[in-house]
């Protein structure tokens, strides 16, 4: 009767599942060409004081609890001005009253910072942190600010924030591949994302209003590259073009009834004549 009892309470204890005290989440973010993933644990304040008290100042943090923190790059990155190869890193910090040091180590899955080394590190650097006005209980790590080139992550607890500012390095390679597709058949050239690219990043605006102009003659009655022509053609500084290729625009959105490309390029004009 005894084992039995014993065997019983054996198995109760095996099957006991807790809520974790500091739950686990992933984030993931859209990037350029690929995705940037972090996995990390949050705890609580609880009454306590956090940044010079339970997490000393000057000494390295998992930036969470339990295991440390992980980052995840998909494609190569530039990590606050420094270039970073895709992989995954542990994300370790050091905080202080104002300056952290924010680490990319290595050693992706190890426990806390207990077996922390420095000569794992690939890359350490300093970041300013601001003060925010509403508490933040729970430890919190967030993307804002997001474009199709930059993007910010903000570490966020009690009345701390830190943000790390992230680009994308993938510019000469979608450039090359727009290039190298806008040679191929003309009936399969991504006209529509080519133009977007190359007036959304600075590029070389003679040859997007080249493929604007060829698209239009394959697509005469499509508002929306009236609308990109317009675009192209103010921002070249040709106000005069850009209003009379958008009213175009807009006569052939009326014509569809598609109030989407009415609104976007009377935008255009409207724009022009201020």
Same mark, same amino acid.
């Not at 994300?91 to 050693?107: C, G």
């Given at each position: 009767?005894?084992?039995?009892?014993?065997?019983?309470?054996?198995?109760?204890?095996?099957?006991?599942?807790?809520?974790?005290?500091?739950?686990?989440?992933?984030?993931?973010?859209?990037?350029?060409?690929? =995705?940037?993933?972090?996995?990390?644990?949050?705890?609580?304040?609880?009454?306590?004081?956090?940044?010079?008290?339970?997490?000393?100042?000057?000494?390295?943090?998992?930036?969470?609890?339990?295991?440390?923190?992980?980052?995840?790059?998909?494609?190569?990155?530039?990590?606050?001005?420094?270039?970073?190869?895709?992989?995954?890193?542990?994300?370790?910090?050091?905080?202080?009253?104002?300056?952290?040091?924010?680490?990319?180590?290595?050693?992706?899955?190890?426990?806390?910072?207990?077996?922390?080394?420095?000569?794992?590190?690939?890359?350490?650097?300093?970041?300013?942190?601001?003060?925010?006005?509403?508490?933040?209980?729970?430890?919190?790590?967030?993307?804002?600010?997001?474009?199709?080139?930059?993007?910010?992550?903000?570490?966020?607890?009690?009345?701390?924030?830190?943000?790390?500012?992230?680009?994308?390095?993938?510019?000469?390679?979608?450039?090359?591949?727009?290039?190298?597709?806008?040679?191929?058949? =003309?009936?399969?050239?991504?006209?529509?994302?080519?133009?977007?690219?190359?007036?959304?990043?600075? =590029?070389?605006?003679?040859?997007?209003?080249?493929?604007?102009?060829?698209?239009?003659?394959?697509?005469?009655?499509?508002?929306?590259?009236?609308?990109?022509?317009?675009?192209?053609?103010? =921002?070249?500084?040709?106000?005069?073009?850009?209003?009379?290729?958008?009213?175009?625009?807009?006569?052939?959105?009326?014509?569809?009834?598609?109030?989407?490309?009415?609104?976007?390029?009377?935008?255009?004009?409207?724009?022009?004549?201020?």
């Amino acid at each position: 009767m005894l084992l039995a009892c014993c065997t019983t309470a054996q198995t109760f204890a095996q099957e006991l599942r807790i809520p974790e005290a500091s739950s686990t989440q992933t984030i993931i973010q859209d990037f350029g060409l690929g =995705k940037i993933t972090v996995t990390y644990s949050r705890p609580n304040v609880k009454g306590r004081k956090i940044f010079g008290g339970i997490n000393p100042y000057g000494q390295v943090w998992r930036t969470g609890a339990n295991a440390a923190t992980t980052i995840t790059f998909t494609e190569n990155v530039i990590f606050e001005g420094n270039k970073v190869p895709a992989g995954t890193y542990a994300l370790f910090s050091i905080p202080e009253e104002t300056d952290w040091t924010i680490i990319l180590n290595k050693t992706a899955k190890q426990w806390g910072a207990y077996g922390y080394k420095q000569e794992d590190d690939v890359l350490r650097v300093k970041v300013k942190s601001r003060p925010v006005d509403e508490k933040r209980e729970t430890f919190t790590m967030q993307f804002a600010n997001s474009t199709t080139k930059t993007t910010e992550l903000y570490l966020v607890w009690d009345n701390t924030a830190v943000p790390i500012r992230l680009q994308t390095d993938d510019d000469a390679q979608i450039t090359a591949n727009i290039e190298k597709l806008m040679l191929g058949d =003309k009936n399969k050239r991504p006209y529509f994302n080519a133009i977007q690219y190359f007036y959304e990043n600075d =590029k070389d605006l003679n040859k997007a209003m080249q493929w604007a102009l060829e698209a239009e003659q394959m697509e005469p009655n499509g508002p929306w590259y009236k609308l990109w022509k317009a675009r192209i053609q103010l =921002k070249m500084g040709e106000k005069a073009k850009a209003i009379a290729t958008a009213q175009e625009g807009v006569n052939l959105a009326k014509a569809t009834n598609d109030d989407e490309y009415v609104r976007l390029n009377q935008a255009v004009i409207t724009q022009a004549k201020d």
